[in-house]
């Protein structure tokens, strides 16, 4: 079952400006991670934040994470038509064990024109 | 290194018949994940591998579908009597071994059931 909600489902804005993409969750974490795919096909790794973390950077990609609102949001800063792809949030529930499998939000899709 | 990969990339089956789907993970990865995405579902776990042996089979949606993992490698998804619900995109990811969370994913195998 889908624990993630992401807001806002489509996005589109001109290359240049920043993007910024919310994800809520019910559950305790363990970790939460975003994700990008193009075109409906393989996901790429784009960033993981821990529980105890509230802030993250990687490259044009900042993370944040509001364990008490459970909430995350990804900022794309100066966006590029590149960066045209739907963007998905994860998480790892706090269940211990090794598992870590991944619950997905629905996604956001990011249009960015040129 | 070579990345995760799936095949077939592209399935068109008829309902009633059996699919076998393949994945080959990044060498060395001791964890392998089967999810699937689908219009109504999003993307959802469906099995989590440890080696050769599945610990949690929890996201299976029925037991038509199975999978087995050999050599602590190559993992094969088959789905039994397909039905038109079955159609989605299968996704494959591996991860390192238990002290790493990051998961790489394949490029999936879209399924169509006719």
């Known amino acids: 079952s889908q624990q993630g909600e992401e807001d806002p489902q489509a996005l589109s804005i001109q290359e240049g400006e920043n993007a910024t993409m919310n994800c809520s969750y019910k559950t305790s974490i363990n970790n939460l991670q975003w994700y990008r795919q193009n075109s409906g096909r393989g996901l790429v790794h784009l960033i993981l934040i821990r529980s105890n973390e509230r802030e993250k950077h990687s490259g044009r990609l900042r993370v944040t994470l509001d364990t008490s609102k459970k909430s995350s949001s990804l900022l794309i800063t100066a966006s590029r038509a590149a960066d045209t792809a739907s963007y998905f949030c994860?998480?790892?529930?706090?269940?211990?064990?090794?598992?870590?499998?991944?619950?997905f939000g629905k996604g956001t899709l990011l249009t960015v024109n040129p | 290194g070579a990345g995760v990969s799936q095949s077939p990339s592209n399935k068109v089956t008829e309902k009633g018949k059996d699919v076998e789907l393949r994945c080959d993970p990044i060498s060395g990865h001791t964890a392998l994940y089967w999810y699937r995405q689908s219009l109504g579902q999003g993307l959802e776990f469906l099995i989590y591998f440890q080696g050769n042996s599945a610990p949690d089979k929890s996201g299976l949606p029925s037991d038509r579908f199975s999978a087995e993992r050999t050599g602590g490698s190559v993992s094969t998804l088959t789905i039994q009597r397909t039905q038109q619900e079955d159609s989605a995109v299968y996704l494959c990811?591996?991860?390192?071994?238990?002290?790493?969370?990051?998961?790489?994913f394949g490029p999936g195998t879209r399924l169509l059931v006719l």
């Open positions: 994860a998480t790892v529930r706090d269940s211990g064990g090794s598992n870590y499998k991944l619950t």
């Open positions: 990811a591996s991860r390192r071994d238990l002290n790493r969370e990051t998961q790489y």
